[in-house]
């Protein structure tokens, strides 16, 4: 047998040492050329950028996003075009109404974020992140008036049908334990609207939905009444994706911390839902039966006297709200007719009959227009049309009272949220002798706009259902198409 010696422990060790060295250095070499053939990794908010385009998913429904007669709207179609333009992109949209299929949409990356109505669940908190809410509701259990009242959970006597994977669900299993009769049905096949309509027709006997969802919905379907809140008020928000990569969300979160400062995320509550909290089920009983029975008598005078330059449903709510399409109305004070004109007025706008209804609609119309007139350019719509209500019903000079005040209070003179909050000041001898005109009921015209406004959004409702009585998009099968949109 052979050995092989070492000459020396010295020389085996720097043999070793080379031979480790070479070794280091060929897998450096080797790192080095893998990293050559890496990208580097690209940010959620870099590919955005990159691509020019923002995916979101949302709802069809009024409280999120639709089609209104010549252009989207919704709460959250405004607030998602506006977190697009912050980032300088366009907005694809994708219309989804199952929650579940929302929800994984989000968690497995197939869209950057959902904009759809979500309220903030422990049970979506763990598969989604949530930005800071924008909005509280509450949830509704809704029956049809006239049946029996139900005051509790343990009175519900009927089938209770709810959207399937929705909050409501979560909440109805945590009550179950309290309340071991309780039975319900959960569906993916109807939306929040449609379950409110079964409601109606007596297809089922409850359901529940949230409450902005029922204010919007009770202006068309008075007969919707609500039977007690479920669980505590909740918050809405936008979800996104539950990883590592935070760059999208933190600009969501910069991006409602700016529109809440700002005011924006107020007014736009108060553009969709500022004129619908407050209920009077007689009213809105009152006001449909005359829409269907006193309106045609008037309707064509509305048409032709709002030309091109006003929209004869606006006219016509005001019409109601001043004399409830009564041509021969006349108040304490002296006005008179379908849009109850003051002598003066009526004097100045060559009026000579008050109570014709053609001279009284054409009157009417003309001094909207004088009013829109004296409008600042600086007031956008629909803040001005809000503004021009206002000042039909209490005088120019007192919205701009109300106007100033807003401004030395630190509000937005331009922004009908903030001045409707300030009108009713003018009651108050500490603001309004400060004022250039004094005194006036400013309760009066807040109300007064918010009538109007719940008037004309039923007319435009009516009118549209006669266009296209199923404005959903459904096939043969009955279930609705996925739509994706764009926005510019």
Same mark, same amino acid.
Not at 108 to 121: K, Q, R, S, Y
Not at 240 to 248: A, R
Not at 331 to 357: E, F, I, N, Q, Y
């Given at each position: 047998?052979k ?27 080797l ?7 890496? *990208? ?18 949302t ?6 996003f ?5 252009e ?8 998602v075009?506006r977190?697009?333009k ?27 974020f ?5 309220t903030?669940? =422990?049970?979506?908190?763990?598969i989604?992140?949530?930005?800071p ?11 049809? *008036? ?7 959970l343990? /009175?519900?006597n009927?089938e ?13 299993? /945590? ?15 109807h ?20 409450s902005?969802e ?7 379907? =008075? ?36 529109q809440?400062?700002q ?7 108060e ?11 007689v009213?809105?009983?009152?006001f449909?039966?005359?829409s ?8 064509s005078i ?17 019409s ?37 209804p ?7 119309? /003309? ?8 409008i ?17 019903n ?10 100033i ?9 331009n ?7 300030r ?13 250039k005109?004094?005194?006036?009921r ?8 918010? /009538? ?14 006669q266009?296209?009585?199923? =404005?959903?998009?459904i ?13 510019q």
């Amino acid at each position: 047998m052979k050995k092989f010696t070492c000459l020396s422990h010295h020389s085996c060790l720097l043999n070793i040492r080379s031979t480790l060295t070479n070794i280091l250095v060929l897998i450096a070499g080797l790192l080095i050329l893998s990293g050559c053939n890496q *990208q580097p990794q690209i940010t959620q908010l870099e590919k955005v950028q990159k691509q020019g385009v923002i995916k979101v998913v949302t709802r069809n429904s009024p409280t999120t996003f639709y089609e209104g007669t010549d252009e989207f709207a919704g709460l959250e179609y405004d607030l998602v075009k506006r977190f697009a333009k912050s980032l300088n992109v366009k907005v694809e949209f994708v219309v989804e109404d199952n929650l579940k299929r929302i929800n994984d949409m989000v968690a497995n990356g197939e869209v950057d974020f959902a904009a759809a109505g979500l309220t903030i669940t =422990p049970e979506r908190e763990k598969i989604v992140r949530f930005t800071p809410a924008y909005q509280q509701i509450t949830s509704r259990v809704v029956f049809k *008036q006239g049946k029996k009242w139900p005051r509790s959970l343990k /009175n519900l006597n009927g089938e209770l049908r709810i959207l399937a994977h929705s909050s409501y669900s979560e909440m109805l299993l /945590n009550l179950k334990p309290d309340y071991p009769k309780l039975r319900w049905s959960e569906t993916t096949e109807h939306t929040s609207e449609e379950l409110l309509m079964m409601v109606l027709d007596e297809t089922i006997d409850y359901t529940i939905v949230d409450s902005n969802e029922l204010d919007l919905n009770r202006r068309f379907h =008075p007969d919707l009444a609500v039977a007690f809140s479920l669980g505590e008020p909740q918050e809405i928000a936008w979800a996104f994706p539950k990883n590592d990569d935070h760059t999208l969300f933190s600009q969501a979160i910069a991006f409602f911390g700016k529109q809440h400062s700002q005011g924006k995320i107020a007014s736009l509550n108060e553009k969709y839902y500022g004129h619908v909290a407050d209920f009077d089920y007689v009213g809105a009983r009152h006001f449909h039966q005359a829409s269907k029975d006193e309106l045609n008598k008037y309707k064509s005078i509305f048409i032709d006297s709002a030309g091109s330059d006003l929209d004869w449903r606006l006219l016509a709510a005001l019409s109601y709200q001043e004399s409830h399409w009564n041509p021969n109305a006349t108040s304490a004070t002296g006005v008179r007719g379908l849009m109850m004109l003051t002598k003066k007025t009526a004097k100045l706008l060559g009026v000579k009959d008050r109570l014709d209804p053609v001279e009284s609609i054409y009157g009417g119309a /003309n001094y909207l227009r004088k009013l829109f007139k004296r409008i600042p350019a600086s007031i956008e719509e629909p803040d001005k049309t809000w503004f021009a209500l206002a000042g039909y019903n209490v005088g120019w000079g007192h919205v701009e009272d109300a106007r100033i005040i807003t401004h030395k209070q630190g509000g937005n003179p331009n922004k009908w949220a903030d001045v409707k909050q300030r009108l009713p000041l003018l009651q108050k001898k500490k603001w309004y002798r400060q004022t250039k005109h004094g005194y006036a009921r400013g309760s009066e015209p807040v109300k007064y706009v918010d /009538n109007i406004r719940r008037y004309y959004d039923v007319l435009v409702w009516q009118d549209e259902e006669q266009v296209n009585p199923d =404005p959903m998009s459904i096939d043969p099968q009955g279930k609705k198409e996925e739509k994706v949109l764009t926005a510019q």
